[in-house]
T-cell receptor, first 114, second 115 residues
Framework: NAGVTQTPKFQVLKTGQSMTLQCAQD?????MYWYRQDPGMGLRLIYY???????DKGEVPNGYNVSRLNKREFSLRLESAAPSQTSVYFC?????????????FGDGTRLSIL | DQQVKQNSPSLSVQEGRISILNCDYT??????FLWYKKYPAEGPTFLIS?????DKNEDGRFTVFLNKSAKHLSLHIVPSQPGDSAVYFC??????????????FGQGTTLQVKP
């Protein structure tokens, strides 16, 4: 059972470069999320997609864009990378309906911006 | 404005003893609380949750207590084992985000269980 798969696992970029982080889930979940984790700050929500075809901003959306390609896939794009975007990025999914359900996370993408 | 706070960055306990991790929140709209466990180089793994209609939920060695009047929850691990050494995050979700399941996370507490 793969669960939530993130690619790549590691990436080093130069300031100003662009890249897309990929996320796919095989649990048939409706909702998907992108978080970043920085030391001492926990996980902060960047963007989320409550269902296929919808996306919304989270707590820290500046500098990012997202695409919900289909029910399985939710990508995060950095158009012009900045050193402040050096972080560990986590994708998550959940079967959220009227009742709360826990989110399931991938193993993260470690991104360094030089 | 940190809506979910874990004020203890780290905790060290002896194997076999109880571990108590604490979490405070400020938003009275939160109605669902979760604890996640995270090992290095892995993603967070769901551990246990509690709805605001309850004050306790138990799953094996793990128990979560919720005190709504104090806006405080705690995770008890009894007995603690070396494999429990990890970073623990509390998270909250609420009626204000009831259509999306968005979570607000605390900063995390690193638990070390010594053999």
């Amino acid at each position: 059972n793969a669960g939530v798969t993130q690619t790549p696992k590691f990436q080093v970029l130069k300031t100003g470069q662009s890249m897309t982080l990929q996320c796919a889930q095989d649990m048939n979940h409706n909702s998907m999320y992108w978080y970043r984790q920085d030391p001492g700050m926990g996980l902060r929500l960047i963007y989320y997609s409550a269902s296929e075809g919808t996306t919304d901003k989270g707590e820290v959306p500046n500098g990012y864009n997202v695409s919900r390609l289909n029910k399985r896939e939710f990508s995060l794009r950095l158009e012009s990378a900045a050193p402040s975007q050096t972080s560990v990025y986590f994708c998550a999914s959940s079967e959220f309906s009227r009742e709360h359900q826990p989110q399931h996370f991938g193993d993260g993408t470690r991104l360094s911006i030089l | 404005d940190q809506q979910v706070k874990q004020n203890s960055p780290s905790l060290s306990v002896q194997e076999g003893r109880i571990s108590i991790l604490n979490c405070d929140y400020t938003n009275s709209m939160f109605d669902y609380f979760l604890w996640y466990k995270k090992y290095p180089a892995e993603g967070p793994t769901f551990l246990i949750s509690i709805s605001s209609i309850k004050d306790k939920n138990e799953d094996g060695r793990f128990t979560v207590f919720l005190n709504k009047s104090a806006k405080h929850l705690s995770l008890h691990i009894v007995p603690s084992q070396p494999g429990d050494s990890a970073v623990y995050f509390c998270a909250a979700s609420g009626r204000g985000s009831s259509n999306t399941g968005k979570l607000i996370f605390g900063q995390g507490t690193t638990l070390q269980v010594k053999p």
